[in-house]
């Protein structure tokens, strides 16, 4: 990580800080709602307006407060808009998410700058490369090089790429061949969904390293295997739900409850039949239970004795934020994430794995984002 600092922004008092911070979540939320309503078969000139204006405003503000490299990055990203704005570039849903993309990763490094007074400045850098990538793009079509560098944000790595191979999932996600029979059920539930699968390897990632916090910290220990395994058959067991239950925006009937409920309940079931996983199935059948007694199936109050239901908990309401999902834009930036968590203490998740939760976060994803 190479600090990034502004000295001019950080002689600025902190009251002007903060109103130019809400500004720029302002125009995050106006463009996230423009891109909502935009669909490539018909491209509203007045929302590609608004979208620019959007962007436009993310840069001028930090032009207004001396982040210059902020600017310079943010310039060639609303040129990139203009152009689809103006015509001369044919607006596609993959290229709309990646500017979403951009200015969501750049959210969070504004906020750092604001709190702490510097910010990871490769990260910059790295964003500044896919722009140009996509900007520059006339051999590759817009379409596919917005896919593979919307794909590298995805992924953390920022590298253009058009997707993870399943073999590259394979090779990360099943050290144990037991683990073989599960991700390949998640694999083929979701094989039109390729978006799920990018979540399920964070998912899994997120999870082992909130376990391996959790017992550094003097918690009990916790077989990785099973964790992965109930991981695995989490996302297998989602694909029980109709799908447009699963992506519906509005609330849910009875009926569609007890639907989703049911996921649960076979995934634990599909689970206690293979001898050896008993703890994985706990661990699906408890994860949607809240420290308040409210969840379900079974209304439990208070901690309990699975940690990895907690850890399951944590990480799926993580990525149901952050990652990218047809029934909301793009993603919500990390420090949302993480607010709405920290909220939800000792009411849908206990206090003492809400701080292991931040401890990972702080110390594996603000200082080296990969989520």
Not at 34 to 49: G, K
């Amino acid at each position: 990580m190479s600090e990034l600092a502004c000295p001019e922004f950080a002689e600025l008092d902190d009251e002007l800080k903060g109103d130019f911070y809400q500004g720029i979540q302002e125009a995050i939320e106006d463009m996230d709602a423009s891109l909502d309503q935009l669909s490539e078969t018909n491209p509203n000139p007045e929302l590609l307006h608004r979208f620019f204006r959007a962007v436009h405003s993310v840069k001028g503000n930090c032009n207004m407060v001396f982040l210059q490299p902020f600017v310079d990055v943010l310039h060639h990203l609303e040129n990139i808009v203009a152009r689809v704005r103006d015509g001369e570039l044919e607006y596609c849903d993959p290229l709309g998410k990646f500017v979403q993309a951009v200015i969501h990763e750049i959210e969070p490094l504004i906020g750092e700058m604001v709190s702490s007074g510097v910010c990871d400045g490769s990260r910059l850098e790295q964003l500044q490369r896919l722009i140009d990538a996509v900007g520059g793009a006339d051999k590759v079509p817009v379409r596919d090089i917005s896919q593979q560098a919307l794909a590298g944000i995805l992924r953390g790595d920022y590298q253009l790429q058009s997707t993870v191979s399943s073999e590259s999932h394979t090779t990360e996600v099943t050290k144990d061949e037991r683990l073989q029979f599960f991700y390949d059920l998640a694999q083929s539930a979701h094989y039109d969904e390729p978006w799920r699968m990018t979540r399920m390897a964070r998912t899994l990632q997120l999870c082992q390293r909130l376990n391996s916090a959790w017992q550094a910290a003097g918690g009990e220990s916790l077989e990785p295997l099973q964790l992965d395994a109930a991981v695995l058959v989490h996302e297998f067991s989602m694909v029980l739900v109709p799908r447009e239950i699963r992506e519906k925006a509005g609330s849910l009937s009875h009926e569609e409850w007890e639907t989703v409920k049911n996921h649960v309940r076979v995934g634990a079931g599909l689970l206690r039949q293979i001898p050896g996983f008993e703890i994985a199935s706990e661990i699906v059948l408890r994860h949607h239970e809240r420290f308040d007694g409210k969840g379900y199936l079974e209304g439990l109050v208070g901690e309990g004795d699975c940690p990895g239901a907690w850890f399951l908990a944590l990480a799926d309401t993580f990525m149901a934020v952050t990652s990218d999902r047809p029934d909301r834009p793009y993603k919500k930036s990390l420090l949302s994430a993480v607010r709405l968590i920290n909220c939800e203490r000792d009411r849908q998740f206990p206090g003492r794995y809400v701080d292991v939760f931040n401890d990972v976060i702080k110390q594996e994803y603000l200082r080296n984002p990969q989520w």
